[in-house]
């Protein structure tokens, strides 16, 4: 994820730096007056000190979030584990070992080389010499594998309930380009910048999304173009450009699919070649006719405490970084019941 910094810190300091946080009701909301420090006869009060911390405090609450599910889940499974074991006259080890260990297989050599060949670039090891590597790899990722689905199942089984509340952001979606039904149950906004890898990246994973969800799911783009790369601006413009003869998509899309055609030249060939009206493009483009509507994204998206992308939020709730599929899959799964019922009752 493009310039965000991540500092590492303990649980007991994460949980006592989330405090100054106030519980989000839409954006994180403001802090009090408290006065923190005085200079002369002026007073620093919390509430400034917040708003120069938005990022980072935003931050700190995904992370502390994140901590307690992670705890809560690992409870509640170590009890789901002792009451399956116990019906099934197995100590909890015993049980685990029967139910995850024991099912993991050792790779073919088939499966082997079909890893081996996608990465044999990035290493000068003989296939002999990652077997020693892949091996253990592969097999570690089976037995994650059926850990994950014996945990889905006794939660299932058992009627787990997570009611712990995430944090969540009020965060707009009309009136930008989106894919999928308004009244979807679930809504994505992806603040993104066209010249970013990582951006770039996400946007495989929004597409597999779409693919998978259907008219379940409605992503939403918003602009984040980096001052510090030099054709991001650029394409945000031509997209939005390209959207006002109705194809904002189509270049959305090519845009992204190389990173590298980013100049004003290439952004006007990819117009010329997606069949655009050119001289009315070019005309949008050169006079920077959407920068307006541009910089609205980019001053929500810092007042959201977004300072690099990408950064989605999946009704409200944020997803920092390029993520995989099996992230969103967690939130989305959460989201579909309460995103439904919400919708039924508009």
Same mark, same amino acid.
């Given at each position: 994820?493009?310039?965000?910094?991540?500092?590492?810190?303990?649980?007991?300091?994460?949980?006592?730096?989330?405090?100054?946080?106030?519980?989000?009701?839409?954006?994180?909301?403001?802090?009090?007056?408290?006065?923190?420090?005085?200079?002369?006869?002026?007073? *620093?009060?919390? /509430? +400034?000190?917040?708003?120069?911390?938005?990022?980072?405090?935003?931050?700190?609450?995904? /992370?502390?979030?994140?901590?307690?599910?992670?705890?809560?889940?690992?409870?509640?499974?170590?009890?789901?584990?002792?009451?399956? #074991?116990?019906? #099934?006259?197995?100590?909890?080890?015993?049980?685990?070992?029967?139910?995850?260990?024991?099912?993991?297989?050792?790779?073919?050599?088939?499966?082997?080389?079909?890893?081996?060949?996608?990465?044999?670039?990035?290493?000068?090891?003989?296939?002999?010499?990652?077997?020693?590597?892949? *091996?253990?790899?592969?097999?570690?990722?089976?037995?994650?594998?059926?850990?994950?689905?014996?945990?889905?199942?006794?939660?299932?089984?058992?009627?787990?309930?997570?009611?712990?509340?995430?944090?969540?952001?009020?965060?707009?979606?009309?009136?930008?380009?989106?894919?999928?039904?308004?009244?979807?149950?679930?809504? *994505?906004?992806?603040?993104?910048?066209?010249?970013?890898?990582?951006?770039?990246?996400?946007?495989?994973?929004?597409? /597999?999304?779409?693919?998978?969800?259907?008219?379940?799911?409605?992503?939403?783009?918003?602009?984040?173009?980096?001052?510090?790369?030099?054709? #991001?601006?650029?394409?945000?413009?031509?997209?939005?450009?390209?959207?006002?003869?109705?194809?904002?998509?189509?270049?959305?899309?090519?845009?992204?699919?190389? /990173?590298?055609?980013?100049?004003?030249?290439?952004?006007?060939?990819?117009?010329?070649?997606?069949?655009?009206?050119?001289?009315?493009?070019?005309?949008?483009?050169?006079?920077?006719?959407?920068?307006?509507? *541009?910089?609205?994204?980019?001053?929500?998206?810092?007042?959201?405490?977004?300072?690099?992308?990408?950064?989605?939020?999946?009704?409200?709730?944020?997803?920092?970084?390029?993520?995989?599929?099996?992230?969103?899959?967690?939130?989305?799964?959460? +989201?579909?019941?309460?995103?439904?019922?919400?919708?039924?009752?508009?």
């Amino acid at each position: 994820m493009r310039s965000i910094g991540r500092t590492f810190v303990t649980t007991a300091a994460l949980v006592g730096l989330c405090a100054a946080v106030r519980p989000a009701t839409g954006r994180a909301a403001a802090s009090n007056d408290t006065v923190v420090a005085t200079v002369g006869s002026y007073n *620093i009060t919390e /509430q +400034e000190v917040d708003g120069k911390l938005t990022a980072q405090l935003a931050s700190l609450q995904i /992370q502390l979030y994140d901590l307690k599910r992670t705890a809560v889940e690992e409870i509640a499974d170590a009890l789901l584990v002792e009451q399956a #074991a116990k019906k #099934a006259h197995l100590s909890p080890a015993a049980y685990l070992k029967q139910q995850i260990d024991d099912k993991v297989t050792q790779p073919s050599d088939a499966d082997l080389h079909k890893l081996y060949d996608q990465f044999k670039g990035r290493s000068n090891d003989t296939f002999d010499q990652a077997k020693l590597v892949l *091996i253990p790899s592969m097999m570690d990722r089976q037995r994650q594998q059926l850990h994950d689905e014996l945990m889905q199942k006794l939660r299932a089984a058992h009627g787990y309930k997570l009611l712990l509340k995430p944090p969540r952001f009020d965060v707009k979606a009309d009136g930008r380009p989106s894919l999928g039904p308004s009244k979807a149950p679930v809504t *994505i906004v992806e603040f993104a910048d066209y010249q970013d890898p990582y951006s770039g990246r996400s946007e495989s994973t929004l597409k /597999q999304i779409r693919a998978n969800y259907g008219d379940k799911v409605r992503v939403v783009f918003a602009d984040f173009p980096s001052p510090k790369l030099p054709n #991001a601006m650029d394409a945000a413009r031509a997209a939005r450009c390209a959207g006002e003869q109705g194809k904002f998509w189509e270049f959305h899309d090519t845009l992204f699919a190389d /990173q590298t055609k980013l100049a004003v030249t290439d952004l006007k060939a990819t117009a010329a070649k997606l069949k655009l009206d050119t001289v009315k493009f070019g005309d949008c483009l050169d006079k920077h006719k959407y920068d307006s509507d *541009i910089e609205k994204d980019i001053a929500e998206g810092k007042s959201l405490g977004v300072e690099g992308t990408p950064v989605s939020y999946v009704n409200g709730r944020p997803v920092l970084g390029s993520q995989p599929a099996a992230k969103f899959d967690r939130i989305i799964a959460d +989201e579909l019941p309460t995103g439904a019922a919400k919708q039924a009752a508009k």
